[in-house]
């Protein structure tokens, strides 16, 4: 089963709107990152978040960390064609192994 | 500061040969991770290494393996390609190994024909 399930699976948004996407955990989170993928391409590192509550803001995009609820959201404001991609949320646990969210695809039609 | 490369960028095999993949990290990176890609699965962690060391490994076959050398660049291999291996397969480095940032290559993309 899957331990990042991310929703929704995929957006298409008119140029201009604002967006949300949300990535939920089935186990603690000690850490969540944020990624984004063109297709076929390697991934972007985003940010990066530590702490419940704890909220960043690159340019445009800004993600919150919810510790209780175990989940995360990245919010985009003013969707432009170049935030198009896959984005997705990845999660250490502590020396194990990084695990990766199932991913969000966004279209922005100008 | 140089990026995460990989090459080859792209491969195309036949079933049965053998392939080895290769990832030089970012300048003073010591920890290298590998990951394999693909419509059906999604994003898949197969191993880990800092200072020429296994760390962690994901849940592949034997047939994948890797290695890192003591200037950190790294190699992986995956023997006895099956049709089901066409994937774009990514190396991250990061700093340390367990938790740190990871940051990415471009992808080698394997075809198994």
């Known amino acids: 089963s899957q331990e990042l399930e991310q929703s929704p699976q995929s957006l298409i948004v008119q140029e201009g709107k604002n967006l949300t996407i949300n990535c939920t955990s089935s186990?603690?989170?000690?850490?969540l990152y944020w990624y984004k993928q063109k297709y076929g391409e390697g991934l972007i590192f985003l940010m990066m978040l530590q702490k419940g509550g704890e909220e960043k803001s690159h340019e445009k995009i800004t993600a919150k960390l919810d510790e209780k609820k175990q989940q995360s959201s990245l919010h985009i404001t003013a969707s432009q064609p170049s935030h198009a991609g896959i984005y997705l949320c990845g999660a250490d646990r502590f020396g194990n192994q990084f695990y990766f969210g199932t991913g969000t695809s966004l279209t922005v039609i100008p | 500061k140089a990026g995460v490369t990989q090459t080859p960028r792209y491969l195309i095999k036949t079933r049965g040969q053998q392939v080895t993949l290769s990832c030089s990290p970012i300048s003073g990176h010591r920890s290298v991770s590998w990951y394999q890609q693909t419509p059906g699965q999604g994003l898949q962690f197969l191993f880990e290494y800092f200072s020429e060391t296994q760390r962690n490994k994901g849940n592949f076959p034997g047939r994948f393996s890797g290695r890192q050398f003591s200037n950190s660049r790294s190699e992986m291999n995956v023997s006895t390609l099956e049709l089901g291996d066409s994937a774009l397969y990514l190396c991250?480095?990061?700093?340390?190994?367990?938790?740190?940032?990871?940051?990415f290559g471009p992808g080698t993309r394997l075809t198994v024909l």
């Open positions: 186990k603690t989170l000690y850490g």
């Open positions: 991250a480095s990061s700093l340390f190994w367990g938790k740190d940032t990871q940051y």
